[in-house]
């Protein structure tokens, strides 16, 4: 009965029409199938995501990344609770690839949140990405168009700052934040060149008490630190803040640099421009991954790769000439 329960399924316009007025409970179970891996629930998220396309966009997205106990959880509750203030409504997604979220974690962001979780303007959800980037910007993606067409004007995907997934978000959001400790090296923090090279702004969080002189410091530091990247291709110059995510300062100032950012990017074209081309590269990794399923999937393929292992490491074929012999009889398939 609870499995019957769990798996019933509304008509297609059923989703549209609760999505498009705003039905909190309906955008869950649209969101339940997109993450669904049933057969019958891909058919139906597909639909889903065509029909309410026209309605998404019509938002900022803003990937937030840093280390696990940076504060992301306390900023995103105070942040959340400005915008909300402005007049905004906030959808929150949570990234976490590197562990299979159980529900007893679910919760617990849940009530780290839990003065902004109250909210109605206020749409928190832990993303289950299963463990591939692919399903990242899937899953993650197709729901963020979800949440626009609810009517969230602002987007925060959150992801811890350690793995891959930064990538995934940074290619599908149009702001990059990044939140830093002061007093710990870039090595101790475990961020990676490549992340500080994506922030649009870093955060030094925790300025607060004894912290503050330290994180003044770690500001100029930063600040010299991402002068010697290149310059962007949306004109923007990445800003360096301090704020205390615990006390409250230093919050309103992010939203004011963001709200920057995006009157630069409209005005020069970028904005769309690097919609434009996420949306395609969007269709391209796709091409890609199910390309890989269907030439590695196939149990024809894996046997023949067995065999050409045997050959190559016995020096009777050269891999490259292994490759093309492969892939040859894999295109005659078709
Ligand atoms: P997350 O793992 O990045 O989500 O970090 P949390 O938001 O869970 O915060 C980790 C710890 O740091 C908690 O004990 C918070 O109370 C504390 N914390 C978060 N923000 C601040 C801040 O601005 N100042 C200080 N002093 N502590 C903070």
């Given at each position: 009965?609870?499995?019957?329960?769990?798996?019933?399924?509304?008509?297609?316009?059923?989703?549209?029409?609760?999505i498009l007025r705003g039905d909190r409970v309906i955008l869950s179970r649209a969101i339940t199938i997109i993450e669904s891996n049933l057969e019958g629930d891909k058919i139906l998220a597909k639909e889903i995501v065509q029909q309410i396309l026209p309605s998404s966009g019509k938002s900022i997205r803003i990937g937030i990344t840093g280390v696990p106990g940076v504060g992301k959880s306390t900023f995103i509750e105070v942040f959340g609770l400005h915008l909300v203030k402005e007049g905004h409504k906030v959808?929150?997604?949570s990234i976490d690839p590197s562990s299979q979220r159980s529900r007893g974690s679910i919760l617990g962001d849940k009530t780290r949140m839990e003065q902004l979780a109250i909210l109605q303007e206020a749409y928190i959800r832990p993303s289950a990405s299963g463990d591939t980037l692919g399903g990242v910007s899937n899953k993650t993606?197709?729901?963020?168009?979800?949440?626009?067409?609810a009517?969230?004007?602002?987007?925060?995907?959150?992801?811890v700052g350690v793995g891959q997934s930064e990538t995934a978000v940074h290619g599908m959001t149009d702001f990059f934040l990044l939140l830093m400790l002061s007093g710990a090296g870039d090595e101790l923090q475990g961020i990676k060149k490549g992340i500080m090279e994506m922030a649009d702004m870093v955060v030094i969080n925790k300025a607060d008490g004894d912290n503050v002189r330290m994180s003044k410091m770690a500001r100029l530091q930063y600040q010299n630190a991402l002068h010697i990247f290149p310059q962007s291709e949306s004109g923007w110059s990445p800003v360096v803040s301090t704020a205390s995510a615990l006390k409250n300062t230093g919050i309103s100032n992010v939203w004011d640099e963001i709200l920057k950012f995006k009157e630069l990017i409209e005005e020069n074209g970028y904005f769309l421009k690097n919609r434009n081309h996420q949306q395609?590269?969007?269709?391209?990794?796709?091409?890609?991954?199910?390309?890989?399923?269907?030439?590695?999937?196939?149990?024809d393929i894996k046997s023949q790769l067995n065999e050409l292992e045997e050959d190559i490491v016995s020096a009777k074929i050269s891999p490259v000439k292994a490759a093309q012999k492969i892939l040859e009889d894999f295109k005659k398939s078709f």
């Open positions: 009965m609870k499995n019957y329960k769990r798996k019933r399924r509304l008509p297609v316009q059923d989703y549209i029409d609760g959808a929150i997604l993606g197709e729901t963020m168009l979800l949440c626009e067409a009517g969230y004007d602002v987007i925060l995907i959150e992801t395609i590269k969007w269709m391209y990794n796709n091409i890609n991954e199910e390309l890989k399923q269907l030439f590695y999937g196939s149990k």
